[in-house]
Each structure stands twice: as structure tokens, then as C-alpha cells.
């Protein structure tokens, strides 16, 4: 990650000095959170391709929520 804003710190937690350099996954990703639909999104981001999915993150402090991810291209 290179920057992130307000609204991200207050959903995950995180401030941009911890996210600095890491991808999301590192610090969001949990027990919970369903890897084919990683895989997925992973895919669609690699191709270029535009995708629609939600996904369970995980807050610093250890408290899952659900995100929804939608990705159009223009």
C-alpha cells in the first residue's frame, strides 16, 4: 500500500505507517476470509478485468467485517 485515507483507518485500524509497503491481504485477511474468493479478485485485478465480490476482513483489533469490493474499468 502506498496511501490510505481516513475512512480506511477508521474501518481496519490500520494508519498508512503500519500499511506502508504491504499489500492488504498481509494485514487483512483472516480465518474467515474465503481465499478462492482472494483468488478471484486477485485474477480480475491482474486482467484488468472489472469484478464484483465481498469479502470478510479483519479490523487490527481481531473483529472480522464484511467488505463489499466492486472494480469497473473506464
Not at 498508512?16 to 474465503?34: A, F
Not at 479483519?58 to 472494480?71: A, E, L, R, V
Request: aromatic residues 10%.
Amino acid at each position: 500500500m502506498k496511501w490510505v485515507n481516513n475512512g480506511f483507518t477508521a474501518l481496519s485500524g490500520y494508519t498508512l505507517d503500519e500499511t506502508k509497503g504491504k499489500k492488504p491481504g498481509m494485514l487483512l485477511q483472516g480465518p474467515e476470509t474465503d481465499i478462492s474468493t482472494v483468488r478471484r479478485l486477485s485474477r480480475a485485478i491482474q486482467d484488468a478485468q472489472p469484478i464484483e465480490c465481498e469479502l470478510v476482513n479483519y479490523h487490527k483489533n481481531g473483529t472480522p467485517y464484511w467488505i463489499d469490493i466492486s472494480i469497473s474499468l473506464f
